[in-house]
C-alpha cells in the first residue's frame, strides 16, 4: 500500500445508511396502503364464499337446466248434446332453440338446409321465424319447425343429434275434426300468433310460439279453450342439449270446454240438405249454381241449431305443417279461392245478396203500420206494372206473366204477387218528404242493415238503401237521385238492398215469435275439466220491436201460412202436405255475380220460414242457393229436409211447384 505523502489530505469517510424521518414516512404510508389493499382482497373473499357463494352456486347450477313449456291441451269444441265436433290429437312437434344454433354462419345455414330437407319445411319458412325471434329480441324462445312430425322423422333426429345442435323434440297437440269439414266456417281453427296480434294480445298472457284461435269460435272462444302452459327443467350440456328427463315445475292447465248451441245430427242434415238444393238447381239448368247458405235457429231465444256454408273446407288443412300446396288444394288463397268459390267465406254471416220476395213480409207490415193500404181489400195483381205519374212509362214485370186477378193482402204474400207490392213501393214513393222513409226504417227496426250481434264473425251489416245513402255513394247527379224505381224495387227486395241469411233468419224468427227479435248466438255454456259451468256471457233476451201492431203481424202470419198451405201458394208443392204446419215464404232475387269466365246477372234462390206454424213455434229456417233459380224449386226443397230431420219426420212427395 502506498504511504501518502506529508501534506496530503485524506479523503472523507463514508457514512452509514441512515432512515431519515422523510423517508420513514414514505415506507408507513406505502405499508398502510397494502395493508389496505390485502384487508379489502381478503374481505371480497370473504363476501364471495361466505356470503353469497351459496347464491353463485346455485347460478352455476342453474346454468346446467333449461326452462321449458309445456303446451297445455286445448279444450273440445261441443255440441248441445255433448259431441264432440273439435277435440286434440297428440304429436311430436320439432323446435329449433336459437341461441343454440352454431356461431359460425357457414355452419349455421348447413344446419338449417339439412333440417329443412329431413322435415319437409321450406328453408325460407324457418328463416322466416328465425328473423321474426330476432327482430323481437327473443332469441331464448324456439320456433316451432314441424309440429305433426312422423315417427321415422323423429327417430332420424333424435339418432342424428350431435348434428342438430339446438333441435329438440317435445310433445304437443294438434286440433282435430272427427267430422272433417262439418261447419268449417263456423268452428275455425289455430294458428301461431302473428306479430300483430302479439302486439294487440301481450298484455293478456300471450308469448311468441302460442297458438291461437284464427277464425270461428277458435278464435271468439279462444280465451276459455286455450288453457294455461305449464313449465319444466330439462338438464343440459354446455352445448344446450338435453341430458334429462323433463322435470315438472308446474303442470299445465286445460283449456275449457265450449259447448255449443249447435244440434250435429241438424246440421249434418243442413249441410245435406244445402248439397241437395245445389244439385236441384243445377238440374234445372242452372249451371251457376255451386254454393249457399243455411241457418236454422230457435225462434224463441235466438239459439242457431245449425249453420252451413257451401262450397267448404276441411279445417285439417290448418294443422301440422301448414303448406301453400295443402291450402291451395283447398281454396284457401288468394291464388286459388275464385275458381274453389271462396270456400273460407262463411256465407250464412258475410255474404249478402238481394232477398227477393222473402223480404215482401216488410213492406206488407211497413204498409199496414204507415196506414197505406186496408189487407183485406182488393189491389189489382197483374203481369205488368207502371207507375201511373211515371211519364217513361217504365213497365215492372211479375214473376208470373199471366196473372190478372185482385188480391187481398194474405193472398198477395201467398202467390208472391210482385204488381200488388210495386204499388205499395210506389205508395211510399209519394209520401210528403217530411214523412221521411218508414220503409227502410221499419227494415231496420227488424235487424237490416245491421249487425245481428252474433258471437261469432266476421258478419256483414248488409245494406238498406236510403235518399242519404245514394247521395254519399255516388259521384254524378243523376245516380245521387232517389228515383221510383229505387221504392219499387225495394218493396220485392230487389234493387240495392243487401242481407245476410242469419239477418233474414232473425227477422222470420221475429215473425214466429210474436214480433220479439232476438240476438243470435252459438255459445251454449263453458265447462271446465270436472264438467262444472263456468261464467261466460249470456246473450241479451229478445227485445219487442217498438211500435209493431200485433194485428199487423198476425196478418202477415196468415199470408206465409197460405203460401204453404194453399194451392196456389208459392211453395205448397213442399210444404202443403208436410205432416208438421209450416209457414215460409220463396224469393228469387236477381243479383250481378262475377264467375270465372262469365258476368251478368242470375237469381239467387230463397226460402224463409218457421214450424210448427200454428202455436209455440220451434225452428225458424232459412235457405239461399246461390244461382239457383226459383226459391221453391232449389231452396224450399233443401228447407223440407232440414224441418224433417228437426221434428223426426219423412218429407212427402213433392207436388207440382209454381213459385217464383
Request: glycine share 8%; with cysteine; hydrophobic share 40%.
Amino acid at each position: 500500500m502506498p504511504r501518502r505523502a506529508r501534506g496530503e489530505e485524506r479523503p472523507p469517510a463514508v457514512e452509514p445508511y441512515r432512515l431519515t424521518p422523510k423517508l420513514a414516512r414514505r415506507v408507513g404510508l406505502l405499508g398502510a396502503i397494502v395493508c389496505v389493499v390485502f384487508a379489502a382482497l381478503f374481505l371480497r373473499l370473504w363476501a364471495l364464499q361466505v356470503l353469497s357463494g351459496p347464491r353463485y352456486v346455485a347460478q352455476a347450477q342453474a346454468n346446467q337446466f333449461r326452462t321449458v313449456r309445456i303446451p297445455a291441451p286445448r279444450g273440445p269444441i261441443l255440441d248441445r248434446n255433448g259431441n264432440v265436433l273439435v277435440t286434440n290429437a297428440q304429436a311430436t312437434a320439432v323446435e329449433l332453440w336459437p341461441a343454440d344454433l352454431p356461431k359460425r354462419y357457414r355452419d349455421r345455414l348447413e344446419e338449417l338446409r339439412e333440417l329443412a330437407r329431413v322435415t319437409r319445411v321450406p328453408l325460407y319458412e324457418i328463416a322466416a321465424r328465425l328473423r321474426a325471434r330476432r327482430e323481437a329480441h327473443d332469441p331464448l324462445t324456439p320456433i316451432v319447425v314441424r309440429d305433426d312430425a312422423p315417427r321415422a322423422m323423429v327417430t332420424y333426429l333424435y339418432e342424428r343429434a350431435s348434428e342438430f345442435p339446438g333441435v329438440v323434440m317435445e310433445r304437443t297437440y294438434v286440433r282435430h275434426y272427427p267430422y272433417r269439414s262439418l261447419a268449417a266456417q263456423l268452428l275455425g281453427y289455430v294458428g301461431e300468433i302473428s306479430e300483430r296480434q302479439l302486439r294487440t294480445l301481450a298484455g293478456r298472457g300471450y308469448q311468441p310460439g302460442d297458438e291461437i284461435g284464427q277464425a270461428g269460435i277458435e278464435s271468439a272462444y279462444d280465451a276459455y279453450l286455450r288453457g294455461v302452459d305449464g313449465a319444466a327443467r330439462v338438464r343440459v350440456d354446455s352445448l344446450g342439449r338435453p341430458r334429462s328427463q323433463r322435470e315438472p315445475v308446474t303442470l299445465p292447465q286445460p283449456g275449457h270446454a265450449v259447448r255449443l248451441t249447435l244440434d250435429l245430427g241438424l246440421q249434418k242434415a243442413a249441410e245435406r240438405a244445402l248439397d241437395y238444393g245445389i244439385r236441384l238447381a243445377q238440374a234445372q239448368g242452372h249451371w251457376a249454381a255451386r254454393g249457399g247458405a243455411v241457418v236454422a235457429m230457435d225462434p224463441r231465444d235466438g239459439a242457431i241449431l245449425a249453420l252451413a256454408s257451401a262450397p267448404s273446407y276441411e279445417p285439417s288443412a290448418f294443422t301440422g305443417h301448414v303448406s301453400e300446396r295443402r291450402l291451395d288444394a283447398q281454396g284457401l288463397t288468394p291464388k286459388t279461392a275464385l275458381d274453389k268459390n271462396y270456400p273460407s267465406l262463411d256465407r250464412a254471416l258475410d255474404g249478402t245478396y238481394p232477398p227477393g220476395s222473402t223480404f215482401k213480409p216488410v213492406t206488407a207490415i211497413a204498409a199496414m203500420q204507415e196506414h197505406l193500404l186496408e189487407p183485406y181489400a182488393y189491389r189489382p195483381c197483374t203481369g205488368v206494372y207502371r207507375a201511373p205519374e211515371d211519364r217513361s212509362h217504365r213497365a215492372f214485370h211479375n214473376w208470373d206473366p199471366n196473372v190478372n186477378q185482385a188480391m187481398d193482402l194474405p193472398t198477395a204474400l201467398a202467390y208472391s204477387c210482385d204488381t200488388y207490392f210495386y204499388a205499395l213501393g210506389n205508395a211510399f214513393y209519394l209520401l210528403p218528404a217530411d214523412r221521411g222513409q218508414p220503409l227502410q226504417k221499419w227494415a231496420r227496426a227488424f235487424g237490416f242493415g245491421s249487425p245481428t250481434g252474433v258471437d261469432v264473425g266476421p258478419e256483414a251489416r248488409g245494406l238498406v238503401p236510403t235518399i242519404g245513402w245514394r247521395r254519399r255513394h255516388f259521384t254524378t247527379a243523376i245516380d245521387k237521385l232517389w228515383k221510383p224505381g229505387d221504392s219499387i224495387q225495394l218493396a220485392i227486395g230487389q234493387g240495392d238492398l243487401l242481407v245476410t241469411p242469419l239477418q233474414m233468419t232473425r227477422f222470420y224468427a221475429a215473425l214466429a215469435n210474436g214480433g220479439k227479435l232476438v240476438t243470435p248466438h252459438l255459445l251454449m255454456d263453458v265447462e271446465n275439466a270436472n264438467r262444472t259451468t263456468v261464467p261466460a256471457p249470456a246473450p241479451p233476451a229478445p227485445k219487442p220491436i217498438p211500435g209493431l201492431d200485433p194485428a199487423a203481424l198476425r196478418i202477415v202470419q196468415q199470408g206465409l201460412y197460405d203460401g204453404t198451405h194453399m194451392p196456389f201458394g208459392t211453395s205448397y208443392g213442399v210444404f202443403g202436405h208436410f205432416p208438421v204446419p209450416i209457414a215460409g215464404k220463396t224469393g228469387t232475387a236477381e243479383k250481378v255475380v262475377t264467375l270465372p269466365g262469365y258476368v251478368g246477372k242470375q237469381d239467387q234462390s230463397w226460402w224463409c220460414g218457421w214450424g210448427p206454424a200454428t202455436a209455440d213455434p220451434k225452428l225458424a229456417v232459412c235457405v239461399v242457393i246461390e244461382n239457383g233459380g226459383h226459391g221453391g224449386t232449389a231452396a224450399a226443397p233443401a228447407a223440407a229436409r232440414v224441418f224433417a230431420e228437426f221434428f223426426h219426420v219423412k218429407v212427402n212427395r213433392l207436388g207440382a211447384i209454381h213459385s217464383d
